[in-house]
Nanobody, 123 residues
Framework: QVQLVESGGGLVKAGGSLRLTCTGA????????MAWYRQAPGKQRELVGS???????NYAASVNGRFTIAGDITKNTVTLQMNNLRPQDTGVYFC?????????????????WGQGTQVTVSS
């Protein structure tokens, strides 16, 4: 079993900062990518930022320059530093990891999700 445990959400005023942390626990063989998604009320879940095991990062245009994703695959940990937060950043933030597991004949990639952490930015 694999569990992703998130922390660091909360309430902050516009212009403030928050740092989210996600740690994977359990049987994790090899992480491919780590990412953060968010879902605002009434909207679809969207990618905020991702990082590969090689260290390549990708960000949504709306957060580029304000958010920074960092990962430590030796600790199965990914963080999201969020600066200059805006009310439109409000939502539930989910951690995601794509993991190669050597199960079966050839192994396969598996997707794991955290339970979500609420981020609320007041104006």
């Amino acid at each position: 079993q694999v569990q992703l445990v998130e922390s660091g959400g909360g309430l902050v005023k516009a212009g403030g900062s928050l740092r989210l942390t996600c740690t994977g626990a359990g049987s994790i063989f090899s992480v491919n990518t780590m990412a953060w998604y968010r879902q605002a009320p009434g909207k679809q879940r969207e990618l905020v930022g991702s990082i590969t095991k090689a260290g390549s990062t990708n960000y949504a245009a709306s957060v580029n320059g304000r958010f920074t994703i960092a990962g430590d695959i030796t600790k199965n940990t990914v963080t999201l530093q969020m600066n200059n937060l805006r009310p439109q950043d409000t939502g539930v933030y989910f951690c995601h990891m794509s993991v190669f597991q050597p199960w079966g004949i050839e192994g396969a990639d598996y997707d794991y999700w955290g339970q979500g952490t609420q981020v609320t930015v007041s104006s």
